[in-house]
């Protein structure tokens, strides 16, 4: 007697599954979707450590096989992913996630597709045919779920990156000016509010690129320095020099960390996406020298 048999794809699919949910937190809510012709086979909505239902997306393609093959540099190349599906994945409104289950070892490594394409975006251009690196230390576990949000937030925040980078770099000789005039002066005096608005938006400038580039921030919440302020010197003006000149010197040593940073991130590790969508940035980032200065244009 003779019964359906269940295809070996559909196995893989469903192993894959399971070793995928056991890798996140438990708290996290995985949801399915029917169609998976397009390039997603699910998403993840976010939970925080408060048990809140934040509404962060994170679409989700799976792709499991027996067992992963190392190269020495502990990569894998993943190819045959249609075009199309590539293409479908860049301008996706949801950073989109490519989870490879190695079945043997239950292990899972992700990819964030979009950063692939940009970091190999000449090959990408040519519409010819596109692989995926996937990256050994890039697993998928409870341990490394930081590292994993962190990426989802990279993807997010990426036009946003765009921006704070163009404010950055367009305001860089200036910020260094405002700080040096900063240092120095009495304790006492209140702030006026010129200044208090432009020391916010350095600040604010500052932190997302810090934040999103993972360089050490140390500052406090802007508020923060506000009450302490107000504590010390009465509540006529938001901020007094004192605070003014601690914000003043913590940022200053920021500043060259995030130009230098910035510089790698667009010459060398997106190189191929910056050098086609924004020649003069790409070529400009090239006077910055090892130390954060510019040379003059």
């Known amino acids: 007697m003779e019964f359906p048999k269940r295809v070996e794809q559909h196995i893989t699919e469903t192993s894959s599954f399971k070793i995928f949910n056991s890798a996140i937190p438990n708290s996290w809510i995985v949801r399915e979707i029917s169609e998976r012709d397009y390039g997603i086979d699910c998403y993840i909505e976010l939970v925080d450590s408060n048990n809140q239902v934040t509404g962060e997306l994170i679409s989700i393609q799976l792709k499991g096989m027996q067992s992963i093959t190392w190269t020495k540099e502990n990569y894998y190349t993943l190819s045959g992913i249609k075009l199309s599906t590539t293409n479908y994945w860049r301008f996706f409104p949801i950073p989109v ?5 190695d079945l043997n070892s239950k292990e899972i490594f992700f990819n964030a597709a979009k950063e692939s394409i940009r970091r190999d975006f000449l090959t990408y251009s040519n519409q010819d045919v596109f692989s995926y690196k996937i990256e050994k ?12 949000i962190h990426s989802y937030y990279k ?3 990426h036009n946003e990156l765009q921006i704070n980078i163009i404010t950055f770099i367009s305001h860089y000789h200036k910020y260094r000016n405002f700080i040096e005039e900063n240092i120095g002066n009495d304790c006492f005096m209140g702030i006026e509010k010129s200044r208090l608005f432009y020391m916010k938006h350095l600040y604010n400038n500052t932190e997302f690129l810090c934040k999103y580039f993972q360089i050490p921030w140390d500052l406090k919440c802007f508020d923060e320095y506000i009450k302490i302020s107000q504590s010390r010197y009465g509540n006529n ?6 605070q003014f000149e601690e914000i003043s ?5 920021l500043l060259a960390p995030v ?4 510089k790698n991130h667009i010459t060398v ?3 191929e996406y910056w050098a086609k969508n924004d020649f003069d940035l790409y070529n400009y ?7 954060g200065e510019i040379d003059a244009w």
């Open 237 to 242: 003006y938001c901020l007094y020099e004192e």
């Open 137 to 148: 230390k890039c697993k998928l576990s409870i341990s490394n779920i930081p590292n994993f």
């Open 269 to 271: 590790e997106e190189k």
């Open 285 to 291: 980032l090239f006077l910055v020298k090892s130390n």
């Open 97 to 101: 996630f490519i989870c490879l289950v």
């Open 259 to 262: 130009i230098l940073r910035i």
């Open 249 to 253: 010197l913590k940022l200053n040593e």
């Open 155 to 157: 993807e997010k925040l």
